[in-house]
């Protein structure tokens, strides 16, 4: 197997975690983690470890040419993280297998993220993503057209009119230019 990002250098076997086997590039750090050993590890885990903030940060340069699959030589596809982590997996839509950059298996350990890259590539995962992204966007632009001050006033507002049971007519009332004219 050829190292993906440096398509020179041959994989050399690792044991990433207890039970879980790999392969890594000696020259690019990257790691190569089969579908069949990431499950077979995967199965040895008591449960899915909660998500942490991480306490450590790691350098992480992710590599944006695209690669090749060591395995079966297909292109590899890039999949968001997301959950705060501001990098991307490699995945074999093929034979499954995952491409890890050099110190990604870390941030991911490091967030008890690692248990769960099996999901990472799932419509509902990215679908989840890409919500996050919306959402921080549209915060952004609320924040920039009302200042931090009214936008989290308004976000208030809005929390109560919605427990409101004439949440409309309130609405109605408000909007009104004069509420008080017939």
């Not at 440096?6 to 790999?22: D, G």
């Not at 040419?65 to 590899?76: H, T, V, Y």
Request: proline share 3%.
């Amino acid at each position: 197997m050829k190292c993906p990002v440096c398509r020179t250098k041959q994989l050399k076997s690792v044991t990433l975690e207890e039970h879980l086997n790999a392969k890594t590039c000696s020259q690019c750090e990257g790691n190569w983690i089969a579908s069949e050993d990431y499950q077979k590890w995967l199965d040895q885990q008591e449960e899915t470890l909660p998500e942490k903030e991480p306490e450590v940060s790691f350098d992480i340069k992710d590599n944006t040419k695209a690669k090749l699959c060591p395995q079966c030589d297909r292109i590899l596809i890039k999949y968001k993280v997301g959950h705060g982590v501001d990098f991307f997996l490699d995945h074999c839509n093929s034979c499954n297998g995952v491409w890890f950059d050099k110190n990604e298996w870390d941030a991911l350990k490091e967030r008890n993220l690692h248990d769960e890259v099996h999901y990472m590539f799932t419509k509902s995962w990215q679908k989840k993503i890409r919500d996050e992204e919306i959402r921080e966007m549209l915060n952004k632009m609320y924040v920039s057209k009302f200042g931090k001050d009214s936008y989290e006033e308004a976000k208030r507002i809005r929390e109560w009119l919605q427990e409101q049971p004439e949440t409309m007519t309130l609405l109605a009332f408000l909007s009104d230019e004069d509420p008080y004219q017939l």
